[in-house]
């Protein structure tokens, strides 16, 4: 049977992480996961009794060993991809430490601004794409 859930929207810390020369860390989606195989901006799904900026922490040391330590909100994105809904809570991170490896087997580049058009991103990231380079 299906029931109507209304907490299937999944909120999901997402950062945009610019470094001292004002490129942006992009990281590729594994190809088994939703939207596999494009790029994205580095984190994951907030947990219970986690705020936005701990899960972005935490997920930014998972995925690329990072250690953020400071951050600030960016935009809020709502959108369905019909399989799943998300909420996009986007934060500017400019304030980290450390390399950025991709700590779970996927690939990372950080790409200059005017570059980010030429990467294929999930639907929702349209934009975020647009307010990078509007800065
Ligand atoms: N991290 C990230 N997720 C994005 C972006 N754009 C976008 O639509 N999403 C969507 O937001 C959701 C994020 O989930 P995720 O797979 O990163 O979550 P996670 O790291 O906690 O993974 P897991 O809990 O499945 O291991 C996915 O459905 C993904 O397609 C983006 O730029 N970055
Ligand atoms: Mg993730």
Do not use: C
């Not at 009794?49 to 972005?56: G, M």
């Not at 809904?85 to 700590?103: C, E, M, P, R, Y």
Request: charged share 25%; proline share 4%; no cysteine.
């Amino acid at each position: 049977m299906t029931s109507l859930n209304p907490d299937k929207k999944i909120h999901v810390a997402v950062g945009v992480i610019i470094n001292k020369s004002e490129q942006i860390l992009l990281a590729k989606r594994p190809l088994n996961l939703h939207q596999g195989g494009k790029w994205e901006f580095p984190g994951g799904k907030v947990e219970l009794n986690e705020t936005t900026s701990e899960a972005l922490i935490r997920e930014l040391k998972e995925e690329v060993n990072l250690d953020v330590s400071a951050s600030h909100p960016m935009m809020e994105i709502h959108h369905d991809y019909g399989d799943k809904q998300v909420f996009l809570d986007i934060h500017w991170v400019k304030n980290f430490s450390g390399i950025a490896t991709g700590a779970e087997g996927q690939e990372v580049l950080w790409v200059e601004k005017d570059d980010l058009i030429k990467y294929e991103f999930p639907e929702a990231n349209k934009a975020i794409i647009t307010k990078i380079l509007a800065e």
